[in-house]
Each structure stands twice: as C-alpha cells, then as structure tokens.
C-alpha cells in the first residue's frame, strides 16, 4: 500500500468515527480538517485525499459539500465520496434518470415540471400511486395516494405553496409510533411537540420543496424491503420490516437478519460496478413476478441497523460470517483505488 496522507472531515455519530479508528489501528497518516472553513483548500495542500460524510440534514453541506468534494477530485486528489458516489445523493429525480440511463431494474417513476402535465397525467392514471419528494430518508417523504383527488391536491401544491423541509405533525406521529413500539423513549415525543413552535434549523434555512410532482407505481404484497450496501467488492444487508398498517419500510427501525437472495445482490453489485460508486445502499422491493426493483440509491446510509449484520457477500456470493468494518473498507478502498 502506497503511503498516503488522508484528511478528514470529523462529525460526531458520522463514518468519520470508525474512519479515524481505522487509520490509527492501521497507522494510515491522517489529519482532521475542517470543511467549513474557507481555507479549506490550503488546509488540504500536505494531503493526497479527503474523506466527508456530508449529510442532507445538514444544511451547510447542501450548500457545498458536492461543489467542495468535485473541485478537489478535479484537482487530482482522492475523495470519498467522489463525483459517481455522490452527486445523485438525496436526489431522487437524479437517480430516476441515472438508473434508467444504465437499464437497471426500477420502479417506474414519473416526473413533471409542470402543473399542466402533472394534471393531464392524472386524469388516465389509475390509482393507487406513490408520491415522493426528491430528497428525504425514513420515508418522511414518501406517501401513497389513493385516487385522482388526492393526487390533484398534491399537485396544486407542488407548484403552489410547496411543502416544508420538516413536517411537524408527522414527525410527532411518527415519535409516538416508535415509543409505542419501544424504539424511542419518551421525552422524544415532547421534543417533537417543541419543533411546532421551533422549527429546526435546516427548515428556516432551506426553502420549500416545490416546482416538480415526483410519482411512482405503487408496487404492492411487500411487508418489507431490503436495504443492501455495497463497498467495493464487498456486501451486506437485512430486511427491514414495514411499520404496522404501512407500505413504508425505511425508517421504522424493523429489521430482520435474513440471508439476501443472489439475484438481489447481483444487481446490487452489478449496478454498483455500472455506476461507479465506492459505496451504495440499495432499498429494494418486489414486483408482482418477485423481481428486484431498486427503490433508492444513497452513498452513506444508518448504521444502527446496518452494523449488527451477521457478515458479507464477496463479488463471487461468497459468505464471510463475523464481524467486518464497512468504514475500513472505504478507506482501505481510496487508499487503493
Ligand atoms: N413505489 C413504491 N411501491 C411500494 N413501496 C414503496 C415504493 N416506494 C417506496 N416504498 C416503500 O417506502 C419506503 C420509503 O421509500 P424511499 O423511496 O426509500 O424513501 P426514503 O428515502 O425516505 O427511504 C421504502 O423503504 C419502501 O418500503
Ligand atoms: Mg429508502
């Protein structure tokens, strides 16, 4: 392994942890630097790579992370996540053109820029379909729609008063659901309440998502889906469980340790390879005829699930039972790369 000089940009709960952990027990050089300071450029000059794990919910990194992390990969350094990894993340309309472009096996997906067309389209559809904002996770954005009424009210608000980056009464919902089911205790709840009052700072900084209608089939009989990385030559996943009385499984913290079928795992990392990406998770969900259909694509994904997976595929659906380090292999991965 070539000696090289890692920077990295630290966020407490973020990968740069287990990052940090990997190069010292492998004694990998590194320094901590700090992507939102304007010199981040010359804080980079002794370094050979930078390693981020921006976030959506951080509105600071919306703003730049893409635009920093392209400019040092233009520059000739590594950087994780680079340009194929990242630039379709919490894009959902980018990745709708993105997989489309490589034939991958996904949901269809329709989107409109306009109210005219949005409205025409509804009028020969049947119901129901699913309604998406672009960006989102834990399926806060995600939701079905039962008939033409409900879709129209979508619409005129797509390109209307747009919706908020925080939805305060679905976010309590789904506070008591998880105290319900022991997931989150219950000061949560009250926390939940206080956000009516005061919004979270990404929404009073970001504006409201608006001038697009993003609808897909709805694809029915899934009582779970997979959520499957993909590292490299490496993979894992699980099933995560829907919520009760829900199509929704993302975010509802069920998960379920079973083995992932091959075909699942083929197109994961034949898409992964396709594509060019260091590190993807994949939701998957099934068709009528029990075909894999990719849901979403994300460079970085929780680990409170993720990390209590029994072991990994190989590239040839080979298992490795036991534990392994999902962030070692991006950095091992860059270093090499
Ligand atoms: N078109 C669809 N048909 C059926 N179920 C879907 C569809 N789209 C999403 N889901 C379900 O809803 C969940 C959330 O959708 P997803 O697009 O992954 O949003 P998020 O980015 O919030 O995770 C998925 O985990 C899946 O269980
Ligand atoms: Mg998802």
């Known amino acids: 392994m070539k000696s090289i000089k890692l920077a990295i940009h630290h966020r407490a709960g973020s990968f740069s942890e287990q990052w940090i952990a990997y ?18 450029i010359q804080q980079l000059q002794d370094c050979d ?10 509105y600071q990194d919306l703003l730049f992370a893409k ?40 949901i269809p997906t329709y989107v409109f820029y306009d109210k005219k067309s949005a409205l025409t389209w ?17 399926a806060r954005n995600v939701r079905l729609v039962k008939n033409q009424r409900q879709a129209r009210k979508l619409v005129n608000r797509c390109f209307g008063r747009g919706f908020s980056q ?6 309590i919902k789904e506070r008591i659901r998880r105290f319900r089911e022991g997931k989150a205790p219950f000061y949560r709840i009250l926390t939940g309440i206080g956000r009516v009052f005061i919004v979270p700072e990404k929404a009073r900084m970001v504006g409201a998502e608006k001038g697009y209608a993003y609808f897909q089939e709805f694809i029915p009989n899934n009582d779970y889906d ?57 939701d998957f969900v099934y068709d009528e005829e029990r075909n894999p259909l990719i849901v979403e694509i994300s460079y970085c994904f929780g680990t409170k699930g993720s990390s209590k997976c029994p072991g990994y595929w190989d590239k040839d659906l080979n298992w490795y039972e036991g534990q392994f380090d999902p962030q070692g ?9």
């Not at 050089?29 to 939102?36: A, D, R, S, T, W």
């Not at 520059?75 to 472009?101: A, C, N």
């Open 166 to 171: 925080y939805n305060k009464f679905g976010s």
């Open 226 to 282: 997979i959520r499957l990385i993909v590292i490299g030559d490496k993979a894992y996943g699980m099933k995560r469980m829907n919520r009760k009385n829900d199509f929704r499984a993302s975010g509802s913290a069920n998960f379920v340790y079973d083995p992932i079928p091959p075909r699942v795992l083929k197109i994961a990392f034949e898409t992964s390879e396709k594509l060019k990406l260091q590190s993807v998770a994949f």
């Open 67 to 106: 635009e920093l992390l392209f400019s040092i990969q233009h520059s000739g350094k590594k950087v994780f996540p680079d340009f194929h990894s990242t630039w379709h993340y919490d894009d959902k309309i980018g990745q709708k053109y993105l997989l489309e472009s490589i034939g991958a096996p996904v």
């Open 23 to 40: 190069c010292r027990e492998k004694k990998i050089p590194f320094k901590i630097v700090n992507c939102y300071h304007s010199d981040i």
């Open 49 to 58: 790579a930078l390693m981020w794990h921006h976030d959506f919910t951080v």
């Open 329 to 337: 292999w991006m950095v091992e991965n860059l270093i090499k790369q």
């Open 122 to 138: 509804i009028r020969d559809v049947t119901f129901p379909k699913v309604f998406k904002l672009k960006g989102g996770s834990g």
